[in-house]
């Protein structure tokens, strides 16, 4: 399984970014893919997540609104947009798989099996 992020960088508050991963390695129907971000000295955070063979959808209330998360079929891709970025959206991003999740979505890191490499995100005030 390989989880491969990119599109991280810096920011100014009010901006915008687009994440994405390209998941391979494994079956995506019956798999929930997602992100979490860990800013320093803080614990991992859960973002977003959907499921691939519904596209349910699930997000943390603090980015409700300003992040969609999304499924590319033909790229096989799993993008997060982050729109009106604060600084304290600043953390390394993760790209996650819970690969039987089907069709619950969950929050909790330990539910997720496999986790990118992670790519940065800052938002400058």
């Known amino acids: 399984v390989q989880l491969v992020e990119s599109g991280g960088g810096l920011v100014q508050a009010g901006g915008s970014l687009r994440l994405s991963c390209a998941p391979s390695g494994f079956s995506f129907s019956n798999s929930a893919m997602g992100w979490f971000r860990q800013a320093p000295g803080k614990e991992r955070e859960f973002v977003a997540a959907?499921?691939?063979?519904?596209?349910?959808?699930l997000y943390a209330d603090s980015v409700k609104g300003r992040f969609t998360v999304s499924g590319d079929n033909d790229k096989n891709t799993v993008d997060l947009q982050m729109n009106s970025l604060k600084p304290e959206d600043t953390a390394i991003y993760y790209c996650?798989?819970?690969?039987?999740?089907?069709?619950?979505?969950?929050?909790?890191?330990?539910?997720?099996?496999?986790w990118g490499q992670g790519t940065q995100v800052t938002v400058s005030s």
């Open positions: 996650v798989v819970d690969r039987y999740s089907f069709s619950n979505l969950k929050s909790a890191p330990s539910e997720y099996d496999y």
């Open positions: 959907l499921t691939w063979r519904s596209g349910s959808t």
